[in-house]
């Protein structure tokens, strides 16, 4: 028997099987009899180590002792095991488990010791007969949780934050796996962490392995005011998982950035798109490539787990919270349900999302109250196109702009949450379902504009909507879609996706952005001088 000495792998060594060899049972024990395929398993982890080459791996914590299975052509296996650490002659442990038909036997082995290497084989039984012995297979124990510490000061335990509640901090993780007398340790693979819940093992998104003294540097937001959890788990090498939560205080911003367009709540306007996993990723207007400063889960939508078909809007919050970063409307073309995320956590979405009412409280070209006309919808099902309109009542209340049976449709000033929206009636041409809406937002002196991609000439027109002096909008613009068109070349074929999120260059004019057919992202000045900020996730 060769007995080989631990060292440590990584998990993808440790979380791979072993290979072996079948052969058919006969008489001729010594030549061809039955062989044996051998695995070990802890709690997560199983033995890469069945031959003279490979090295052993680490086996976590388990309730009754690791178990120990082979497969074999017989009715019945036979296991040993020794001790490698010790380096006695005699086995540890011998037993027996029959097959009962199937190709595989195992049992469970107890009373072996953290931080001991050991070794074992198998013999396949047929009757009278007993197989050559199979390869050595080789493992450690490691039973003993790693402990882990946080800390921060930005965001320390005690004393005073020095940053608020929506900035980032940084926080030290520093992991250890404690050493049994006489023995070995895994040593710490990677932390996970997060505010309600943390994962458990390393081969989960977000897991972030340590430098080479177990230590790691993790940049986050503090998701709200006052009180916060932070929960972290350190998991070694043989799977075993320790645990810590770590509180701290973030006060609120005495001076919080408003800035329509923004949902992250850093004072610059985000650009929401699906990413290829149909999870919503943000990306800052100012950004220098398409890299997403946040990325909220698939499995967070409203539907069908995923964001990809949805229709995503955004453009001021309601005053009934804080912070001042944009609430998020999503809608589903064809679903009576329009879904809305409160925005109480910097972009996080938490709370997840509520119903937003279909408003009956219509009103005429001069703001009056008026009987809602035939083709208006008691639900949202026949809105083709949702986006977040701009400030009409207020300076930062959310407004929507639907296009419906093709006309177009205000919904404004009031708690979309209740239906108080107050909703007015555009245009009465029905010539606008051939269109891509793009609302841009205001300028710098308040003034609203629609932007519109004819879907099927590529042609950009951009419709002014003017702020009057008694603060009220005119609309007259909408009459025509035909009308005022400022570009040309952006065609559904090379730009499926066109969208503005304010003014991205500081000139105080809104901008355009696209996303082109192989997903790249590109700004705009306006709509000219294109900057490919390079592929999307």
């Keep these: 028997m060769t007995l080989?000495?631990?060292?440590?792998?990584?998990?993808?060594?440790?979380?791979?099987?072993?290979?072996?060899?079948l052969t058919t049972p006969t008489a001729a024990v010594a030549d061809t009899g039955p062989a044996v395929l051998g695995t070990a398993q802890g709690a997560t982890y199983q033995t890469a180590a069945c031959d003279s080459t490979a090295d052993p791996t680490w086996i976590g914590l388990s309730v009754n002792g690791p178990t120990l299975s082979a497969k074999v052509t017989g009715e019945a296996v036979k296991f040993g095991v020794w001790d490698v650490t010790t380096g006695a002659e005699d086995p540890v442990f011998t037993g027996q488990a029959q097959t009962y038909g199937q190709p595989s036997a195992g049992l469970t082995v107890p009373g072996l010791v953290d931080g001991h290497s050991y070794a074992w084989h198998a013999w396949a039984l047929?009757?009278?007969?007993?197989?050559?012995?199979?390869a050595d297979c080789h493992f450690t124990v490691d039973t003993t949780s790693p402990t882990?510490?946080?800390?921060?000061?930005?965001?320390?335990?005690?004393?005073?934050?020095t940053k608020y509640a929506g900035q980032k901090g940084t926080f030290v993780l520093k992991g250890a796996d404690p050493v049994p007398a006489g023995g070995e340790a895994s040593g710490v693979a990677c932390f996970q962490y997060g505010w309600t819940y943390a994962g458990s093992?390393?081969?989960?998104?977000g897991a972030v392995e340590p430098d080479a003294d177990g230590a790691a540097k993790i940049d986050l937001k503090a998701l709200g005011w006052g009180t916060n959890n932070l929960v972290v788990n350190v998991i070694d090498n043989a799977g075993n998982v320790g645990r810590t939560t770590y509180t701290f205080y973030a006060p609120s911003n005495p001076n919080p950035p408003k800035t329509l367009g923004d949902v992250d709540g850093?004072?610059?306007a985000d650009i929401l798109l699906p990413d290829a996993q149909g999870n919503l990723q943000f990306v800052a207007v100012n950004a220098p490539d398409a890299t997403p400063a946040t990325t909220i889960a698939a499995n967070r939508s409203p539907r069908d787990g995923s964001w990809a078909q949805l229709q995503v809007a955004h453009r001021g919050w309601s005053k009934s919270h804080a912070p001042s970063s944009d609430d998020i409307f999503v809608h589903k073309p064809g679903d009576g349900y329009l879904y809305l995320y409160r925005n109480f956590d910097y972009g996080s979405f938490t709370q997840g999302w509520s119903g937003a009412r279909r408003s009956t409280r219509c009103v005429d070209d001069a703001g009056a109250a008026a009987s809602c006309p035939a083709d208006y919808a008691s639900d949202w099902s026949k809105a083709d196109q949702v986006v977040a309109f701009g400030p009409v009542t207020d300076a930062t209340s959310p407004s929507l702009l639907t296009l419906e049976n093709g006309d177009l449709w205000l919904h404004a000033g009031g708690e979309f949450t209740f239906g108080l929206q107050k909703v007015r009636k555009l245009t009465t041409s029905g010539t606008w379902s051939g269109y891509?809406?793009?609302?841009?937002?205001?300028?710098?002196?308040?003034?609203?504009?629609?932007?519109?991609?004819d879907r099927a000439t590529g042609e950009l027109h951009a419709y002014p909507i003017p702020k009057k002096a008694d603060g009220t909008f005119d609309f007259s613009a909408l009459a025509d879609p035909k009308a005022d068109v400022v570009a040309s070349g952006f065609t559904v074929a090379a730009y499926p996706t066109l969208g503005s999120s304010g003014d991205a260059d500081g000139d105080g004019k809104p901008d355009l952005w696209a996303v082109t057919a192989d997903r790249h992202l590109v700004m705009y000045s306006g709509w000219t001088d294109a900057d490919d900020l390079g592929p999307l996730n």
């Excluded at 080989?4 to 060899?21: E, Q």
């Excluded at 047929?126 to 199979?134: E, F, N």
């Excluded at 882990?148 to 934050?161: I, Y």
């Excluded at 093992?201 to 998104?205: G, K, L, M, V």
């Design 436 to 453: 891509d809406l793009v609302a841009p937002g205001p300028d710098a002196a308040g003034n609203l504009a629609l932007w519109a991609r």
């Design 148 to 161: 882990v510490t946080v800390s921060s000061t930005d965001f320390p335990t005690s004393g005073t934050a």
């Design 266 to 268: 850093d004072g610059v």
């Design 201 to 205: 093992d390393c081969n989960s998104p």
């Design 4 to 21: 080989r000495h631990a060292r440590r792998l990584g998990g993808a060594t440790a979380a791979a099987i072993a290979a072996g060899l």
């Design 126 to 134: 047929q009757g009278t007969q007993t197989s050559a012995q199979s």
